[in-house]
């Protein structure tokens, strides 16, 4: 039996709790980890020091694709987002993912507004 399954029962999903995932931490080192921002990663080298667990190594192939959002990340693994945002923080630490804030909606045009541009343009 591989690692990855003794630690889950068939009827009952993952036997190890949350905070034993996170070795007991609850908060990330890193404030920049809304739900909302994205996550990818930075290419880097895995540094000799980094301990990465199981869950670190299955979250760099979540993220191996492309720039995903933290909820997104969180509900693919199935793990709680508190205990994404820890593990994170590790890779962050570490320079093997980067974080992107969300972007805010207010600072982007609407489409009415782009239209009017474009019609402004056209009529020249």
Known sequence: ???????????AGPVVRPYAVTRGRTRPTSASLDLLATVGLTGLPV???????TQHRR???CVAGGSRPVAEVASELGLPVGVIRVLL?????????????PVDR??????SLLREVINGLRAL
Do not use: N
Request: aromatic content about 4%; hydrophobic content about 40%; charged content about 30%.
């Open 1 to 11: 039996m591989s690692r990855d399954h003794e630690w889950v029962d068939e009827e």
């Open 47 to 53: 540094p000799a020091k980094a301990e990465l667990s």
């Open 59 to 61: 979250l760099l192939s």
């Open 89 to 101: 923080s590790d890779l962050l630490d570490y320079g093997l993912v980067a974080v992107r804030p």
């Open 106 to 111: 207010g600072a982007t045009p609407t489409e």
